[in-house]
């Protein structure tokens, strides 16, 4: 139940956020986003085109937390998550990036994942 409360309070903070920022060209920082029943949230760091950070997916029956590491190569993104949770097996999130706002097109794949679109934005 506590499990519950949490996704849904992490889903309705995501929610009432503001809307994205002004275009960036790096992925570094916080990025959060809640579309299709999920909720997504990236702690990225880059250095040159690489990039490593923690994620956290939740959806209405379950929550993965784990690293993530990848590439960016302007607007591209690819990442690939190795999460705790059991039941998850690593999955891809490969985005693009906008270039009008702090934003990334992306979807999740693998693990249940079927090119669900997720897009965060910069916090």
């Given at each position: ?15 009432c956020a ?106």
């Amino acid at each position: 139940m506590r499990r519950l409360i949490a996704i849904a309070l992490v889903a309705v903070v995501l929610a009432c956020a503001d809307s994205a920022g002004a275009p960036v060209q790096t992925v570094d920082g916080q990025w959060n986003g809640v579309q299709n029943g999920y909720s997504l949230g990236l702690n990225l760091t880059q250095s040159g085109t690489a990039v490593t950070g923690v994620i956290s997916v939740a959806g209405v029956a379950s929550a993965a937390n784990g690293t993530v590491s990848g590439t960016f190569n302007y607007p591209k993104l690819h990442l690939e998550a190795d999460v705790t949770s059991s039941g998850f097996q690593p999955f891809t999130y490969d985005g693009t990036m906008s270039e009008a706002e702090a934003k990334i097109f992306g979807k999740l794949d693998g693990s249940g994942f079927d090119s669900v679109e997720v897009d965060v934005t910069k916090k």
